[in-house]
């Protein structure tokens, strides 16, 4: 029988157990958090410029969104109310609004249409329509659902285009590039 004297595999267990649990699991040092926040800050650094660029080219495209969701709600007020509707365009303000005729005149029909959109700094729009009077700083919706053949081009300031085109005097204007125009 051989005997080792000092040697106790209990006590190894034991003292390795001991360790275990003074050592806190899965903490991070103050200089392993400390580095982690370098590497973010340098990786935002250098995609900072790129971001910016994607952000700016977003402005046009969401006007183009805001542009027809007013021509979409233009078209219900003037059914709905049973009376000509027209979304407004100043083109040097780079504003649109809606107003619906009342007696005779065309009012905002209520505060929160009044307000309409203003485009971002730096994106321009321009309005085409064939409209039988020629070139109107608005278009106008009537109770019948129709409204000239129109297209709403609105270019951001990278040069993108976004053109918000009615190609009949039936359909709704949708948002379509700029060679599937027919105006």
Same mark, same amino acid.
């Given at each position: 029988?051989?005997?080792?004297?000092?040697?106790?595999?209990?006590?190894?267990?034991?003292?390795?157990?001991?360790?275990?649990?003074?050592?806190?699991?899965?903490?991070?040092? %103050?200089? @392993?958090?400390?580095?982690?926040?370098?590497?973010?800050?340098?990786? %935002?650094?250098?995609?900072?410029?790129? =971001?910016?660029?994607?952000? !700016?080219?977003?402005?046009?495209?969401?006007?183009?969104?805001?542009?027809? $969701? %007013? $021509? +979409?709600?233009?078209?219900? @007020?003037?059914?709905?109310?049973?009376?000509? /509707?027209?979304?407004?365009?100043?083109?040097?303000?780079?504003?649109?609004?809606?107003?619906?005729?009342?007696?005779? !005149?065309?009012?905002?029909?209520?505060?929160?249409? !009044?307000?309409? =959109? /203003?485009? &971002? @700094?730096?994106?321009?729009?321009?309005?085409?329509?064939?409209?039988?009077?020629?070139? =109107?700083?608005? @278009?106008?919706?009537?109770?019948?659902?129709?409204?000239?053949? !129109?297209?709403?081009?609105?270019?951001? +300031?990278?040069?993108?285009?976004?053109?918000?085109? /009615? &190609?009949?005097?039936?359909?709704?204007?949708?948002?379509?590039? &700029?060679?599937?125009?027919?105006?």
């Amino acid at each position: 029988m051989t005997s080792t004297i000092g040697h106790n595999p209990d006590a190894a267990v034991t003292r390795l157990v001991r360790r275990a649990r003074q050592r806190p699991a899965g903490a991070f040092t %103050l200089m @392993e958090l400390a580095l982690v926040l370098v590497v973010i800050g340098v990786v %935002l650094a250098i995609s900072a410029p790129s =971001l910016r660029g994607f952000f !700016a080219s977003r402005q046009a495209a969401d006007a183009a969104m805001t542009v027809l $969701t %007013l $021509t +979409k709600q233009a078209r219900s @007020e003037a059914v709905t109310r049973g009376r000509p /509707c027209r979304l407004n365009f100043d083109p040097a303000a780079g504003r649109f609004w809606l107003t619906v005729q009342q007696t005779g !005149a065309f009012t905002p029909p209520s505060v929160e249409m !009044a307000r309409g =959109l /203003c485009l &971002p @700094e730096g994106v321009q729009a321009s309005l085409r329509s064939q409209s039988p009077e020629g070139p =109107l700083p608005y @278009e106008q919706f009537q109770p019948t659902g129709r409204n000239n053949v !129109a297209a709403i081009e609105i270019e951001g +300031k990278q040069g993108e285009v976004y053109l918000v085109d /009615c &190609p009949s005097a039936t359909e709704p204007f949708r948002i379509v590039s &700029p060679s599937e125009a027919p105006l």
